[in-house]
């Protein structure tokens, strides 16, 4: 029978809060990895051992196996069943002397399985997982003894994280709770604009071309391109078919216009104004977005099914010729299509663009492309076997040294990759599979870094895969945005989370839905004065109270 790595636990927020409290006003860093004062029992190291500054290989000559839950990916199941058959953890285990036995929900189901999971008593050893989406987030996990603290751990077993941690300040601050706790090996990237970079608009470059027009990079520039590609035929046909603008996986509402909104000064949610948390839809720069955009939806600026495309709908406007816009990322949004007009129409070609200038000259993200310390990460619950949890984090810390580091971002040297100096390129088994994959599910067969992690995410694995100059264009210029006004990853308490969620699940559906009436003409631009109005009734002040509270704990780490 497994011994409990941990249960005695914090019992309220009040008590974290005073704790935290307390270690700031003795001068200590809340991502410190050292004791700040309230360890559940099981997680300290051995009294007596002396940090380790090398991961030992093997681990152990005992082997053991490590059950370990974590959602599937459709890329890596093109060819294998589980991540147990991944080459980098077939090494890994080989290298270390333990295995991971992985149990993988349906896909698609991983949310509902996680809380069907995390009621039971009996969870497995080590559980990978987006913590943003549990309920209570990991701070509720933790009080209710799911998963443990692992700041002394990493202290005592796992250097090559703790390096990290003590060598990067946002690392350090992004990676643990507001009470100084830390609870997973995240997923990392260090080179955090150019890794996040990596969507963004995206035009159709030889249209351009054909029409000699550059690339805008204002809102009014944006809309005499539009308005050139609803109007000049860019693709021969004689057909007045071209989508100026469009987009997929349409979630029912209009709210993918939203990559537009940093040009009038505001995002589509929570914001910085000023130095202080704002809600980006109650503030005036909001109807400016809203009427530019209603003014593009009445003339045809925006494909009319951008609410209702699924993905082989989008596939088919884009390979036909008939999309002239949309927001992608440099894979599928770009590399795909790369792929499948290269035969087809030589001319094919697309770009990137910039968010466009807001009224200051800048160009404003839409999302933080700074952080670096993700939500995704593996825990160690609390049925993990005390005796052995200096081997698992020991087995967790290996992929962040530079040997696991290159395992499990490029796989293995000779049959994935290979190296001359600091450049890394895959191998033919990856670009040209010889089963059929794709690029994509080929690396998943070996590596982590086409998916999440635990990894710190190297992007020389995003330079070996840009192989079309359009995405590496793409990606530069992505990366010269602004993330001035998104908010950094903040940590809401328990009872904060829970009175955001309740005040947003309201203001999110009627905002979505009032905003899609106003652009697409359902509603007038006037209605924007009484949307505010009931945003407001709604509670949304409080919530933004409660983001600024956030907030400055965060700038105060």
Known sequence: MKKKAGLILVSSMLLISILSACSENNGSNTGNT???????AGTEAPKGEEAISVIPLPITNESFTIDYWRANDGKLTASLQNFGEMASYKKKEELTGIKANFTH????????????????KDLPDVIYYNWADAVGGPEKMIEDGRIIRLNELIDQ???????IIESDPDVKKQIALDDGTIYMFPLLKLDAVKLNATSGLVMRKDWLDKLSLKSPTTIGEWYTVLKAFKEKDPNGNGKADELPFTGNWGPGNLTKLHDFSPAFGVIGGFQMQDGKVAYGPILPGYKDFLAEMAKWYQEGLVDPEIMTNDGKAFDYKVTNNLAGSYQGGVFSGMGKFFNLMRDTDPN????????PLASDGKSYAAFNLNNKVLTYGEAITASADEDKLKYIVQWMDYNYSPEGSDLFNFGIEGESYTKEGETYKFTDTITKNPNGLTYDQALASYALSIMDGPINQDSKYLDALLFDQGQKDANTEWMKQSSDLTLPPLRLTIDEASQVTSIMSQVNTYLNETMSAIINGSKPVSEYDKMVETIKGMGIEEAVKLHQAAYERYMSK
Request: proline share 11%; charged share 10%.
């Open 34 to 40: 050292g004791n700040t004062g309230n360890t559940p």
């Open 105 to 120: 929900p349906p896909l698609g189901q991983q949310k509902d399985q996680f809380n069907l999971l995390i009621a039971t």
């Open 157 to 163: 077993y796992a250097p090559n994280l703790k390096k």
């Open 348 to 355: 094919f070609n697309l770009t990137g663009v910039a968010s």
